[in-house]
């Protein structure tokens, strides 16, 4: 599904719409764009809770608000190199089991995160419609990954969704050595694709890092916004998906003479 930036027309009053343009270089963010995150998160801490009497007196939506913000504060530190996936996550878990009232010695907090990481492993899953789509503008466009993570993390996310073959080429922070929203990573990215600025489109769920990078990099934007949050006051109108299908609704979002129609 998607909704327009711009005023609504009734399918009747375009009855001849032109297939739509596919830009040349269609850029995907990965965590909670093509790669479910959210999803594997929330399946891997409802099965630690259920394991562990300690976090079962929070609520499971208590549990991942709070480890959602735990996310958000320990990843620079990963991305960084201050500290390494795995010592992040039993921070993480330090901080939750303190958050729900408990403190687990260090031996108990390692097996409780290391089996938190397999549950969310075995959760992985793409974004619904994801592969269908990229294999879809594959044919049509070069499509580019670009993510704020370590190269092995999301290399191995797309072997595990089977998406590896389906993208051109991944870009991660630690491999262009800086983070989105600096436009230095589009920069990159358009380097590798082989294209200019206005060749190209980035899709993402991530206001500040997706959105706001793109603009600065000069490429156009698409919000992924499923939950239909405000866009921050101030800020421009863009083109907004709810979701990745059906893929003729999702292309016409792309082609950017749409958006000026
Ligand atoms: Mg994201």
């Known amino acids: 599904m998607v909704i327009r930036a711009g005023p609504r027309r009734s399918v009747s009053a375009m009855p001849n719409r032109a297939p739509p343009t596919i830009p040349k270089v269609v850029l995907f963010d990965m965590d909670d764009t093509i790669f479910d995150h959210r999803f ?14 300690r976090l079962s007196r929070s609520t499971l939506a208590g ?17 960084a190199g201050r500290m390494t996936h795995a010592e992040a996550r039993r921070e993480r878990f330090r901080k939750l089991f303190e958050w729900s009232g408990a403190r687990l010695p260090e031996r108990e907090l390692a097996l409780v995160a290391s089996s938190y990481r397999a549950f969310y492993q075995a959760a992985r899953r793409p974004v619904p419609g994801a592969p269908e789509l990229l294999r879809w503008l594959r044919r049509r466009a070069t499509v580019g990954v670009v993510s704020n993570n370590h190269t092995d993390e999301q290399n191995d996310k797309l072997r595990a969704l089977g998406l590896d073959g389906e993208v ?14 600096d436009p230095a990573i589009f920069r990159r990215a358009l380097e590798l ?4 600025a206005h060749d190209a489109v980035m899709v993402g769920d991530n206001w500040p890092a997706d959105v706001e990078g793109a603009l600065a990099a000069g490429i156009r934007p698409v919000w992924l916004n499923p939950s239909r949050r405000p866009r921050p006051p101030g800020r421009p109108a863009v083109a907004e998906l709810l979701g990745l299908r059906p893929i003729r609704e999702v292309a016409s979002r792309l082609d950017p003479s749409a958006e000026e129609a």
């Open 168 to 181: 051109d080429f991944l870009l991660t922070s630690e491999d262009a050595g800086v983070e989105k929203p």
């Open 63 to 79: 549990l991942l608000g709070e480890y959602d913000r735990l996310l958000e504060a320990v990843h620079p530190d990963v991305l």
């Open 40 to 53: 594997a998160v929330r399946q891997a801490l409802a099965r630690v809770r259920r394991d562990d009497a």
């Open 193 to 196: 694709a082989g294209a200019e």
